[in-house]
Every structure is written in C-alpha cells, then in structure tokens.
C-alpha cells in the first residue's frame, strides 16, 4: 500500500489490525475503565481504534477526525462519527468518560489548545489516553521535505539536529520530550497519572524476517521503563482530569 496524499498533513492512519495494535489497545484497556464507558476519540482515522473499541467494550463510542474521507470510512464501525478539528471539539463539557488521542496530537495546528478541549470534554476524574511520537526516536516516521518536495518514509536522525534545523525538514510534524508534554499541560486542569516511552510493534520487519525480528522487538519490549526506552518509538500519557 503506497501512503495517501494526506501523509505529510496528517500521517497515516491504521488501516489494518496486527500486534502492534492490539498491544496498545490492551495497554488502555489496562489504565481506563473501558467497560460500558462514554469514550471520544479525537482524531479516529478510518477508525480502526474507535471499532474496536466499540466492539469489545462498549457501544457509547463517539468519533472525529478532520478529513472527511476518513470519516466517511469510519462510519462503517461508527456511525456516530463527525469531521472536526481537535481545537475546537462539537461536544459538551465533561461529556465523556475517557478520551483517546492516538498519534494525532503532533499534527494539528495548536497542541495544547487541542489537549484543553480534550480536558474539557472529559468529565472530573475521567482520563485521557495520549500517544505521541518520542522525540529522540532514530527516525523521523513521518517522512521530510527536502528543497521543498516531500519525502514519505522514515527519516534517520532528523530530530536530533537543533530545532530550527529540524524544523525547517520536519515543519508537518512535532515530536516529543517528556518535558515538551508536560508544558502542555495546566496542572489545575488535570495531572499525569501514568507516563512511559514504548516500541513499535515492527509487525513489518517481523513479516519480512520472521523469528530474529520477533525476538529483537521482545527485547526492546523488556527495556520499556529502564533508560533503555530513551530511543523507543513513542510517548503513551495517562492524563486524569482533577
């Protein structure tokens, strides 16, 4: 599958269910109360998250993303879903019980104003469930530009230059440290009950090597919550609204 058009606004989507995904998925089952909740997710894709999500643990499972040719897919799983930008979301306050943003957040044009309407959508006490690209990754995931023509692919070690430098190859994306995340966040809105950096789940490399991919991936699984998971793939924030 060659990427969409939309890959260097808006990255691409999941658009098939392997490991990778069924580990985040149980990774959020395991820090919110999925069972029978009213859940948003802001930025569904084609919806593969938001379905499963529906499927398995509850039928209160609202969606949105930005590009109407998405949405229109994702309605196939959710039929409630609706185009809208993050910044400003359609819908009430404390409206949902949990919130989930699964890398969306380094795309859109405001990064905090989109976690404060996320903040405000969720009810007190409900939670967010945040994943975001980890700044010092090996590799740039979104692709680069280079003398003004987009590149789609992995890029290897563009976000460790200077940001300026960074910035005028990578300008569609962000990326994250853990100090970034945190100025995100007002903490008389809501506080970080769970942070770690997780791996990919490299179900590319593991189709095309087969066994020594699976046991490297296992590997770096081991290394999340050690300083080992300086390089991993991506930040996941439980953020509980006070």
């Known amino acids: 599958m060659t990427h969409s058009d939309?890959?260097?606004q808006r990255g691409e989507p999941s658009y098939?269910?392997?490991?990778?995904?069924?580990r985040?998925?149980?990774?959020?089952?395991e820090w919110a109360p999925l069972q029978g909740a009213r859940v948003l997710v802001a930025g569904c894709g084609v919806g593969m998250y938001a379905s499963r999500i529906r499927q398995r643990f509850t039928d209160r499972v609202t969606a949105f993303d930005i590009e109407f040719s998405r949405v229109r897919i994702a309605r196939a799983g959710i039929p409630s879903a609706f185009v809208s930008a993050g910044e400003d979301i359609p819908c009430a306050d404390s409206a949902f019980d949990i919130v989930l943003s699964h890398e969306v957040i380094e795309h859109v044009r405001d990064d905090r104003r989109c976690l404060r309407e996320m903040?405000?959508?969720?009810?007190?006490?409900?939670?967010?469930l945040l994943f975001?690209?980890?700044r010092w990754y090996p590799f740039e995931t979104h692709g680069h530009y280079w003398k003004g023509e987009y590149h789609f692919g992995n890029s290897p070690l563009i976000n460790y230059l200077p940001q300026p430098w960074r910035d005028k190859l990578a300008p569609h994306v962000r990326a994250y440290r853990t100090r970034d995340l945190r100025r995100?966040?007002?903490?008389?809105?809501?506080?970080?009950?769970h942070h770690r950096r997780i791996y990919g789940g490299y179900d590319n490399l593991i189709a095309r090597f087969g066994a020594p991919a699976f046991v490297l991936r296992n590997l770096l699984y081991r290394f999340e919550g050690s300083r080992?998971?300086?390089?991993?793939?991506?930040?996941?924030?439980?953020?509980?609204?006070r």
């Open 6 to 8: 939309l890959a260097s």
């Open 16 to 22: 098939v269910w392997r490991a990778g995904q069924e």
């Open 24 to 29: 985040r998925l149980q990774m959020m089952a």
């Open 119 to 128: 903040l405000r959508v969720t009810r007190s006490g409900g939670r967010i």
């Open 132 to 134: 975001c690209p980890n």
């Open 184 to 193: 995100l966040l007002d903490p008389a809105e809501g506080f970080i009950a």
């Open 228 to 241: 080992l998971d300086t390089w991993a793939l991506s930040h996941f924030l439980v953020i509980e609204k």
